[in-house]
């Protein structure tokens, strides 16, 4: 939870734990009139950044990695208290963001090294350029994560990078910043703290990229206001992600899955599983499953031992599931577990007899919010799945792998799983299709999404 305040002297941003509203911690929020500047410092450093070989950068970069595993602990602990998450959550994406990076680098410069071609007449090589000043603008619910999936590509590609972090995790982002800063030359990284008036502003500024991980809505705001000059846009944006249960499944495994997928960060993550479609022959046990682990998960502080699902990240952000919950009752949803809330904190809701014509199958919940509906066939499984403009990740749960995989073909969305999430192997790309997604990143094709490839050619 996060409040602008002003004063004739400063702007502070204050950042406060959504469990209990305590402060957690200020930063002074950047004027939009000193953007220019910052961006004029980025600029200047762009030419020395990008001079450096591929070696020199990832050895610039790459100390980051051991500090964040060594800092987890504290890190996770600020992450928690900043953004509500389960503390062993916290500090697994610290972990993980740490432990992984040097893979991730040496991935990165893999993908990003010249490439050679020739036919009978010319040899050609593909070079990966950086763009130039690329801002990173990044939301709350991952808060190291989403930043670090957008800034070290940018930074591997030698473009030089400032990072907007969202408005209700300043704290962590900063301290994720200082690390990376600890061994990067001055101003190749620099945050820019504050909401939407900063990132407008770093939009409209003289920067060349904008990788934006964020809401389908601002995601529209943005690539219209880079249109006018053609600047460079990668939109990682939200979704409202299928589960299909067919009726040879096994319903445990899925129901389980369903429950963590759907309460998982207190249903705060863009592949969180929104619409559970079970085939109507096993929809009864199904949902008796998944009311049964409903009622196992708990909640409260994230800092609470054996707590599962913490608050929502905001007022805002609770009262816009609450509302969608109260509309989809009035309009005949039965909510089967859950639907109340004491101040942040949602209970864990399922809800039944749902159907297509009700806001809460059709717009993002972002909440601890799992809703089931059947269906009579896999036809209709799939018209009902990929009914729907977004097209993030989507799973389909079958005993036969092969019908279950015939089934997640046919979906629209950009990652599919199969009795799993959506996530991909290791060097696939992180992709929404359709509006989930404008461009992507990871893999090797998102890596190259943060370069301008220039074709250098000869006669042979
Ligand atoms: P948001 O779109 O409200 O804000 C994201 C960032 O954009 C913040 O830093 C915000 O200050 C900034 N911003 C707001 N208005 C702006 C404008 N006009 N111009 C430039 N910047 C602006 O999103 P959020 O509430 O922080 O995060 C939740 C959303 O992010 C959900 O929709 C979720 O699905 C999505 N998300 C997507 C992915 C993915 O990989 N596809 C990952 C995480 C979150």
Not at 312 to 338: C, F, K, N, W
């Amino acid at each position: 939870m996060s409040t602008l305040t002003s004063s004739p002297a400063a702007t502070t941003l204050a950042s406060h734990n959504p469990a209990d509203g305590s402060l957690v911690g200020e930063v002074p929020v950047t004027p939009t009139a000193s953007i220019a500047d910052v961006v004029a410092r980025s600029r200047a450093a762009g030419p020395a950044w990008r001079a450096l070989s591929f070696e020199e950068r990832l050895a610039l970069i790459a100390p980051a990695g051991p500090t964040l595993v060594a800092r987890a602990a504290e890190l996770g602990d600020l992450l928690t208290r900043e953004m509500g998450k389960p503390l062993a959550e916290g500090t697994g994406e610290v972990e993980y963001c740490g432990s992984s990076l040097e893979k991730k680098l040496a991935e990165i410069a893999a993908a990003l090294a010249p490439e050679s071609f020739e036919d009978d007449a010319t040899t050609s090589t593909v070079h990966y350029d950086p763009f130039g000043v690329c801002a990173a603008i990044t939301p709350w619910n991952f808060p190291l994560a989403m930043p670090h999936s957008l800034v070290i590509p940018a930074l591997v590609a030698g473009n030089t990078v400032i990072l907007k972090p969202s408005e209700e995790t300043p704290l962590i982002a900063q301290a994720y910043a200082d690390i990376l800063n600890e061994t990067l030359p001055a101003d190749v990284l620099q945050v820019v703290h504050g909401a939407d008036d900063q990132g407008k502003a770093l939009v409209a500024a003289d920067i060349d990229l904008i990788a934006f991980t964020g809401s389908r809505e601002v995601g529209c705001k943005i690539l219209t206001n880079a249109g006018g000059d053609l600047k460079r846009v990668i939109l990682e944006l939200g979704g409202k992600d299928p589960m299909i249960v067919l009726d040879d499944a096994d319903l445990e495994a899925a129901a389980r899955f369903a429950v963590r997928n759907s309460f998982r960060n207190a249903g705060q993550v863009c592949v969180s599983t929104e619409r559970i479609y079970v085939d109507e022959r096993v929809a009864s046990q199904f949902e008796d499953a998944v009311l049964r682990l409903t009622a196992e998960q708990k909640q409260g502080d994230g800092r609470e031992e054996g707590v599962t699902v913490g608050p929502m990240i905001s007022e805002r952000q609770r009262d816009h599931v609450l509302q969608q919950l109260a509309t989809a009752r009035t309009q005949g949803a039965t909510v089967a577990a859950g639907g109340d809330h004491h101040g942040n904190f949602i209970t864990p809701t399922v809800v039944t007899n749902v159907d297509h014509d009700m806001d809460i199958m059709r717009e993002e919940t972002f909440g601890p919010v799992a809703c089931i509906m059947r269906f009579a066939g896999d036809e209709e499984a799939v018209r009902l799945a990929n009914d729907t403009p977004f097209g993030l990740g989507a799973c389909v749960f079958g005993g036969d792998r092969d019908r279950a995989g015939r089934v997640a073909r046919q979906l629209t969305a950009g990652m599919v799983g199969i009795n799993k999430g959506c996530g991909g192997a290791s060097g696939t790309p992180w992709v929404g299709a359709q509006q989930s997604g404008y461009g992507y990143h990871s893999g090797t094709a998102g890596h190259r999404q943060f370069a301008q490839p220039r074709v250098l050619s000869a006669e042979k």
